[in-house]
């Protein structure tokens, strides 16, 4: 099947193709119900049950693609919609808008030197060698460093490699690289210690700001649902109207708790949604405050604000 012509009329979504953030990026699309098959080494994939069309795509690209309004939305990290509009004319403005924080794929992109080395600012690099895949980002942070509003008159020499940055200072090419920190073990195994942070990261959901299709606010929403449903659990107990008020300030819920009577008289049941990082002593500081029969469950979709 020629995909290129079916392609008319649906929401064209871009996905990472590879690396970190595909697999997430893969989970959120199935926790929003879209439902497709790809084709062995094809890049476009029809969704079956909505006018959409997946377009997986090198994360880096992405936000080219969404910026010039080829392709409605997509899931990237901030960095690389941060490089694309810093490698913008001056005066142009980005055609790509940030609708939401995904709260996957967090690293910082960061200035790094020799550990063993004597520098220990940013600015100790001017006029030496820089190497990096993030040339945009890294040639305004230095044009800011040294006052230069043209780029060309630059002393730091800013160097492009697509991949192991972290080896340009050992092989001698670089004096500091800009590159993405994320456990840091790939900096501390090449003997690097990160002295500035250029941009924190996370995965976004972006959105063109030419689009016009009506889906795209929809899946936007669905996306939302997830991403809530994935950082909540739902805690319910059972607790005596007495210690009602301490329980309910232990979990005030998104809105408010829901209280419920129970057939025992001065008993109610409590249910709230908590965040699931904190739901173990949100259950200590219950029990504490007197409440029974505590339950924690899954929350499978949701659609709130
Ligand atoms: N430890 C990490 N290292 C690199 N990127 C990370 C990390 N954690 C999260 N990310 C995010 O994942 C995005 C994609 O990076 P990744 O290296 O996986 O892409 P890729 O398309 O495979 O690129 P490449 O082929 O250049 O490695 C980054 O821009 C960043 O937002
Ligand atoms: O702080 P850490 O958890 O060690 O992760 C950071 C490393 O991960 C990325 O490289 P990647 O593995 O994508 O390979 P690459 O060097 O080829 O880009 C990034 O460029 C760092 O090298």
Same mark, same amino acid.
């Given at each position: 099947?020629?995909?290129?012509?079916?392609?008319?009329?649906?929401?064209?979504?871009?996905?990472?193709?590879?690396?970190? &953030?595909?697999? @997430?990026?893969?989970? $959120?699309?199935?926790?929003?119900?879209?439902? #497709?098959?790809? /084709?062995? *080494?094809? !890049? +476009?994939?029809?969704?079956?049950? &909505?006018?959409? @069309?997946?377009?997986? $795509?090198?994360?880096?690209d992405?936000?080219? #693609?969404?910026? /010039?309004? *080829?392709? !409605? +939305?997509?899931?990237?990290?901030?960095?690389?919609? @941060?490089?694309?509009?810093?490698?913008?004319?001056?005066?142009?403005?980005?055609?790509?808008?940030?609708?939401? !924080?995904?709260?996957?794929?967090?690293?910082?992109?960061?200035?790094?030197?020799?550990?063993?080395?004597?520098?220990?600012?940013?600015?100790?690099?001017?006029?030496?060698?820089?190497?990096?895949?993030?040339?945009?980002?890294?040639?305004?942070?230095?044009?800011?460093?040294?006052?230069?509003?043209?780029?060309?008159?630059?002393?730091?020499?800013?160097?492009?490699?697509?991949?192991?940055?972290?080896?340009?200072c050992?092989?001698?090419?670089?004096?500091?690289?800009?590159?993405?920190?994320?456990?840091?073990?790939?900096?501390?195994?090449?003997?690097?210690?990160?002295?500035?942070?250029?941009?924190?990261?996370?995965?976004?959901?972006?959105?063109?700001?030419?689009t016009?299709?009506?889906?795209?606010?929809?899946?936007?929403?669905?996306?939302?649902?997830?991403?809530?449903?994935?950082?909540?659990?739902?805690?319910?107990?059972?607790?005596?109207?007495?210690?009602?008020?301490?329980?309910?300030?232990?979990?005030?819920g998104?809105?408010?708790?829901?209280?419920?009577?129970?057939?025992?008289?001065?008993?109610?049941?409590?249910s709230?949604?908590?965040?699931?990082?904190?739901?173990?002593?949100?259950?200590?500081?219950?029990?504490?405050?007197?409440?029974?029969?505590?339950?924690?469950l899954?929350?499978?979709?949701?659609?709130?604000?």
């Open positions: 099947m020629d995909l290129v012509n079916h392609l008319e009329g649906r929401l064209l979504f871009a996905i990472p193709k590879k690396g970190r &953030l595909q697999q @997430a990026a893969l989970d $959120l699309i199935s926790g929003c119900d879209i439902q #497709f098959r790809r /084709e062995t *080494r094809l !890049d +476009i994939a029809l969704v079956k049950n &909505l006018p959409i @069309a997946l377009i997986f $795509l090198p994360a880096a992405i936000p080219t #693609f969404v910026g /010039e309004g *080829r392709v !409605d +939305i997509g899931i990237t990290g901030r960095d690389q919609v @941060a490089e694309h509009d810093a490698s913008l004319p001056a005066g142009e403005v980005s055609g790509v808008t940030e609708v939401l !924080d995904l709260g996957f794929g967090s690293c910082k992109l960061q200035v790094q030197v020799p550990e063993k080395g004597d520098m220990l600012e940013s600015k100790q690099l001017v006029g030496k060698n820089v190497v990096t895949s993030f040339t945009s980002l890294a040639t305004s942070f230095f044009s800011q460093l040294e006052g230069v509003s043209d780029p060309s008159q630059l002393k730091t020499k800013i160097k492009f490699v697509g991949g192991s940055v972290e080896a340009a050992a092989l001698g090419v670089a004096d500091g690289i800009v590159d993405l920190v994320e456990s840091g073990e790939t900096m501390r195994a090449a003997g690097l210690k990160a002295i500035d942070t250029v941009v924190e990261s996370n995965a976004v959901l972006v959105k063109s700001k030419n016009t299709h009506e889906l795209a606010e929809l899946i936007t929403s669905r996306i939302r649902g997830v991403i809530v449903a994935q950082k909540y659990v739902l805690c319910q107990y059972n607790i005596n109207r007495e210690q009602l008020a301490v329980a309910c300030a232990i979990t005030p998104k809105r408010a708790a829901t209280i419920t009577a129970l057939e025992e008289p001065n008993w109610v049941a409590v709230a949604m908590v965040e699931k990082k904190k739901i173990a002593t949100v259950m200590d500081e219950l029990i504490k405050s007197g409440a029974e029969d505590v339950l924690v899954k929350i499978q979709n949701t659609r709130t604000e």
